[in-house]
């Protein structure tokens, strides 16, 4: 069974599942990978989902979740990506590690609507180099899996 590696945002609406999608497109074969949020927002945003078209993982099947979903699961690895949800993450069961890369919440752009779009691309860019990167350290260090 893979270690499971749960990403955590306050709305699970954009920036965990820019990064669930992320990771499991470079690391499926290694990890299970989910997202929720400590208040989720109920949707994908679709600017999100339309961002990460763009390079080609789909996301659009995705749905906000709360993190109580999983607080009776074996979670090895908790990733926060934004400072509220780093304060609101709890404990769960099997969990091993634990990390917190904070981005921007494009959610909250303002501007015109290319502007916004614009800071959807560069967030998702920021994810896409921290997660890929996580991943390849994964497969470079096998035995410190998640």
């Known amino acids: 069974m893979k270690p499971a590696v749960l990403i955590l945002c306050t709305g699970n609406s954009c920036r965990s599942h820019m990064a669930e999608g992320v990771l499991q497109h470079a690391a499926s074969d290694l990890v299970h990978v989910?997202?929720?949020?400590?208040k989720p927002a109920g949707y994908v945003h679709p600017l999100a989902i339309q961002v990460m078209k763009e390079i080609d993982i789909d996301i659009s099947a995705h749905r906000s979740k709360p993190l109580s979903?999983?607080?009776d699961r074996?979670?090895?690895t908790v990733i926060t990506v934004c400072g509220n949800a780093d304060q609101?993450?709890?404990?769960?069961p099997g969990q091993v590690n634990r990390h917190h890369w904070g981005f921007d919440d494009p959610a909250h752009a303002t501007g015109t609507p290319e502007e916004v779009l614009q800071c959807f691309r560069r967030v998702r860019d920021e994810i896409r180099r921290v997660f890929e990167a996580y991943a390849?350290?994964?497969r470079e260090a096998p035995s410190r899996r998640a």
């Not at 989910?34 to 400590?38: H, I, L, Q, T, V």
């Not at 609101?88 to 769960?92: D, E, G, I, R, Y």
């Open 34 to 38: 989910s997202s929720a949020g400590s």
């Open 69 to 71: 979903e999983f607080l």
């Open 74 to 76: 074996p979670v090895h």
């Open 88 to 92: 609101a993450c709890p404990v769960f």
């Open 136 to 138: 390849a350290g994964l």
